[in-house]
């Protein structure tokens, strides 16, 4: 009974997932559609908390925010339930992909029905960026706070450490006002599960110990354990998201001698079509488990592209499921408390400087065609998110209609 209660819920849920291209930044604009204005399952300060706190841990930040909402709604047990449905459709299509990533080259197979993919992504930043704007900047010092986040941000996009610092200065700044207190009466402590954080850590040891004893010893099957310690610390360490991931994996899959499992070109594939599908980024994951294990016959590369799948997204969870309720207590006190209000000016300057990082990539000068489909796209995806009801789904099957089409 308790199940059936969320089930709308999780059908929502499904339904972000099949519809969220575009990466973390293009998530957070679906979300704001989906979870907050249109099944107000969580408010628009909730979402900037969830994003913020997430952006402060490693792992899969898209993946972990999503999670969080599960957990607000119906605790450890729906956030569970969230995370897997969030994850297995994209993890599916990516250990598929590394089975027909051969055909994909030998038939030259088109990928233009994506091709409005990006332009559309962009739309949901600018929506996301100009929602939380109107939440989270209302003051000069959080104005200033926007403004010098974006810059840096731009500047140093692809440096993993950028989005934990600017955090935490952001909310060292606005500790300095005196204007602002907590209410704490109606902060109600969380329980905080030391499971989870105990669990994480011997998961790392194990999987460590093993990979190491698999080299040394020179077992069988040794790439399996190679493969899951290799993934874990993946998913462990790794501040920034799959801009971060994708050299990680190139360095120890490609350049590598001892463990170089596929060519640069199978490799990029794997990245091109990520970013193709809806779903978390770090489902790449399960091709790259599949690729690395596909010598060894076909149910060994199937449990490649279960540890690929299961061990990138474990930490995220572990992690996030022990350190929000941590977060969450800590915020009946004032620096806490205060720091919120730079924290959430910080995310607005992370949504606008994606924006800007996105667009440099996309033709939008020229008077080619596809130029200026690529704005009407941009602006289209702007316009009907921000004015009218149409659900997020429905916006994205008219750019991949328009992309096969055109």
């Given at each position: 009974?308790?199940?059936?209660r969320?089930?709308p819920?999780?059908k929502?849920?499904f339904?972000?997932?099949i519809?969220?291209?575009g990466?973390?930044?293009?998530?957070?604009?679906?979300?704001?559609?989906?979870?907050?204005?249109?099944?107000?399952d969580?408010s628009?300060?909730?979402l900037?908390?969830?994003?913020?706190?997430?952006?402060?841990?490693p792992?899969?930040?898209?993946?972990?925010?999503?999670?969080?909402i599960?957990?607000?709604?119906?605790?450890v047990?729906l956030?569970?339930?969230?995370?897997?449905i969030?994850?297995?459709?994209?993890s599916?299509?990516?250990?598929?992909?590394?089975?027909?990533?051969?055909?994909?080259?030998?038939?030259?197979v088109?990928?233009?029905?994506?091709?409005?993919?990006?332009p559309?992504?962009?739309g949901?930043?600018?929506?996301?960026?100009?929602?939380?704007?109107?939440?989270?900047?209302?003051n000069?010092?959080?104005?200033?706070?926007?403004?010098?986040?974006?810059?840096?941000?731009?500047?140093?996009f692809?440096?993993?450490?950028?989005f934990?610092?600017?955090i935490?200065?952001g909310?060292i700044?606005?500790n300095?006002?005196?204007?602002?207190f907590?209410?704490?009466?109606?902060i109600?402590?969380?329980?905080?599960?030391?499971?989870?954080?105990?669990?994480?850590?011997?998961?790392?040891?194990?999987?460590?110990?093993l990979?190491?004893?698999?080299?040394?010893?020179?077992?069988?099957?040794?790439?399996?354990?190679n493969?899951t310690?290799?993934t874990?610390?993946?998913?462990s360490?790794?501040?920034?998201?799959?801009?971060?991931?994708?050299?990680?994996?190139?360095?120890?899959y490609v350049i590598?001698?001892?463990t170089r499992?596929?060519?640069?070109?199978e490799?990029?594939?794997?990245?091109g079509?990520?970013?193709?599908?809806?779903?978390p980024?770090?489902?790449v994951?399960?091709?790259m488990?599949?690729?690395?294990?596909r010598?060894?016959g076909?149910?060994?590369?199937?449990?490649?592209c279960?540890?690929?799948s299961?061990?990138?997204?474990l930490?995220?969870?572990?992690?996030?499921?022990?350190?929000y309720?941590?977060?969450?207590?800590?915020?009946?006190?004032a620096?806490?408390?205060?720091s919120?209000?730079?924290?959430?000016?910080?995310?607005?300057g992370?949504?606008?400087?994606a924006?800007?990082?996105?667009?440099?990539?996309?033709?939008?000068?020229?008077?080619?065609?596809v130029?200026?489909l690529n704005?009407?796209?941009?602006?289209?995806?702007?316009?009907?998110?921000?004015f009218?009801?149409?659900?997020?789904p429905?916006?994205?099957?008219?750019?991949?209609?328009?992309?096969?089409?055109?």
């Amino acid at each position: 009974m308790i199940l059936k209660r969320h089930i709308p819920f999780l059908k929502a849920v499904f339904l972000y997932t099949i519809s969220a291209f575009g990466g973390p930044q293009g998530h957070l604009g679906m979300m704001i559609k989906t979870f907050v204005e249109r099944r107000k399952d969580v408010s628009e300060e909730e979402l900037m908390e969830y994003t913020a706190f997430c952006q402060m841990l490693p792992g899969a930040s898209s993946t972990q925010t999503v999670t969080l909402i599960g957990y607000k709604r119906g605790g450890v047990p729906l956030a569970v339930l969230t995370l897997l449905i969030w994850l297995l459709p994209a993890s599916i299509l990516m250990g598929l992909f590394s089975f027909l990533v051969i055909y994909l080259d030998e038939y030259h197979v088109s990928m233009d029905l994506f091709r409005f993919v990006q332009p559309m992504a962009v739309g949901f930043v600018a929506y996301a960026a100009r929602k939380m704007y109107h939440t989270s900047v209302n003051n000069l010092i959080t104005f200033v706070i926007l403004v010098l986040s974006t810059v840096v941000t731009f500047t140093f996009f692809k440096w993993a450490w950028i989005f934990p610092i600017l955090i935490v200065l952001g909310g060292i700044v606005t500790n300095f006002s005196k204007q602002r207190f907590p209410r704490t009466h109606d902060i109600k402590p969380k329980h905080i599960r030391w499971t989870n954080i105990w669990l994480f850590i011997l998961i790392f040891v194990i999987v460590g110990f093993l990979s190491e004893q698999a080299r040394k010893q020179n077992w069988e099957h040794k790439k399996v354990y190679n493969l899951t310690e290799n993934t874990y610390r993946f998913g462990s360490m790794v501040f920034g998201g799959g801009d971060v991931l994708l050299p990680l994996m190139y360095e120890q899959y490609v350049i590598r001698e001892k463990t170089r499992y596929m060519t640069p070109e199978e490799y990029l594939t794997g990245w091109g079509l990520v970013r193709a599908i809806p779903g978390p980024v770090f489902s790449v994951s399960a091709y790259m488990g599949g690729m690395v294990l596909r010598d060894q016959g076909t149910w060994m590369q199937i449990i490649g592209c279960a540890i690929g799948s299961v061990f990138i997204f474990l930490p995220s969870a572990l992690l996030v499921l022990f350190f929000y309720p941590v977060w969450y207590n800590l915020k009946r006190y004032a620096v806490i408390h205060r720091s919120l209000e730079g924290i959430n000016a910080v995310v607005v300057g992370f949504l606008c400087a994606a924006f800007l990082f996105l667009l440099k990539d996309i033709s939008i000068t020229d008077m080619r065609t596809v130029s200026i489909l690529n704005l009407v796209v941009i602006i289209g995806t702007f316009g009907l998110l921000s004015f009218t009801k149409i659900r997020a789904p429905y916006i994205v099957l008219a750019c991949l209609i328009l992309g096969y089409f055109y």
